[in-house]
């Protein structure tokens, strides 16, 4: 049926009309524009931040989708503390599914314990604490047998002690890339054998966002949300996202051996006897970013355990150690 223009038609006013059908009569005629509702529309920026705590929600939830019994491990340090905020927020409003797990040396300082307590309390998980009571009881400590021994027994053993005992098949921690070199080169999904151990040569593609939670017998996988992550993302994030922190990360006035006085801090927290601070005089979380835009030294620098030969943590990691 053709259309015309008709200015005779009672409804037409100089437009196209369609010829009389029962109905109502249905016109083109163009109708005023609505200046405001065609401005364009700003799309969504994410930032630098958005896109890796996407990421690493993400991961946790494909973490808890393939395997049946994950854990988180929880040194209530400060990649830890974001990890769990991540935790919380990947499965809000619903708790967190899976438990924390300590591996507790019993050489860590007094105020990270206390730390650990009231942040698991506040965040209403539950958590698991493990020791290996066999070594400690045989008088392991690191001044006695080294770092090597000392955390082979108990770290990396207490570790596989606490997965096996708990039957958990995937541990979540907190290992970021810029670390170590051994670290920049392991998978987000990364699979142990049945002993435990990692092999670099037997890690597996990971295209896109794809991540291939699959085991075989015997096998364990580790999980690293955090792998994009540096050490400034960390902090940004944590002054972001409010969260707290243990107050060891802040400067605090010490007496050198020599009697004088000087303001140190620490950037990675370990066992005591094996984590050194360094200078520093920032006591707030804005400061320890302005601190670490100019740093050209890898917090790692201060742990003794990555310092025993060249390449000792691959080695550790081969054996067991997170």
Same mark, same amino acid.
């Given at each position: 049926m053709q259309i015309r223009a008709d200015p005779d038609h009672p409804d037409s006013d100089s437009a196209d009309w369609l010829p009389q059908r029962p109905g109502p009569v249905f016109q083109s005629a163009a109708r005023p524009i609505d200046p405001v509702a065609n401005l364009p529309v700003e799309r969504y920026q994410p930032t630098h931040l958005d896109r890796l705590e996407a990421e690493?929600?993400?991961?946790?939830?494909?973490?808890? *989708?393939?395997?049946?019994?994950? !854990? +988180? @491990?929880?040194? *209530?340090?400060?990649?830890?503390? !974001? +990890? @769990?905020?991540l935790a919380q927020k990947a499965f809000a409003p619903a708790p967190v599914p899976f438990p924390l797990l300590h591996v507790d040396t019993s050489f860590k300082p007094p105020e990270l314990y206390a730390f650990r307590d009231r942040a698991v309390q506040d965040a209403g998980v539950r958590l698991v604490v493990h020791r290996n009571e066999t070594a400690l009881a045989a008088g392991a400590e690191p001044h006695r047998l080294g770092t090597v021994r000392c955390c082979g027994l108990l770290k990396t053993q207490a570790l596989l002690e606490a997965l096996a005992a708990g039957g958990f098949d995937a541990a979540i921690g907190g290992g970021r890339r810029d670390e170590e070199r051994s670290r920049a080169k392991e998978r987000v999904f990364s699979v142990r054998d049945s002993r435990g151990q990692w092999d670099p040569r037997r890690q597996?593609?990971?295209?896109?966002?794809?991540?291939?939670?699959?085991?075989?017998?015997?096998?364990?996988?580790?999980?690293?949300?955090?792998?994009?992550?540096?050490?400034?993302?960390?902090?940004?994030?944590?002054?972001?996202?409010?969260?707290?922190?243990?107050?060891?990360?802040?400067?605090?006035?010490?007496?050198?051996?020599?009697?004088?006085?000087?303001?140190?801090r620490y950037r990675t927290l370990g066992c005591a006897p094996c984590t050194g601070a360094t200078e520093s005089t920032a006591q707030s979380v804005e400061e320890i970013i302005s601190e670490l835009v100019r740093s050209e030294v890898s917090e790692r620098a201060l742990r003794a355990i990555d310092h025993d030969a060249d390449g000792a943590m691959e080695r550790k990691k081969q054996e067991g150690y997170f």
């Open positions: 690493a929600i993400h991961i946790l939830r494909e973490t808890a *989708a393939q395997f049946s019994r994950p !854990v +988180l @491990l929880y040194s *209530a340090g400060k990649d830890s503390s !974001v +990890l @769990l905020r597996r593609p990971e295209v896109w966002t794809l991540l291939n939670g699959q085991l075989a017998a015997g096998e364990t996988m580790r999980v690293f949300p955090l792998s994009s992550w540096s050490e400034l993302d960390v902090w940004r994030y944590v002054a972001r996202e409010s969260i707290p922190v243990v107050s060891l990360y802040f400067a605090f006035l010490t007496t050198r051996p020599d009697g004088t006085t000087v303001w140190m």
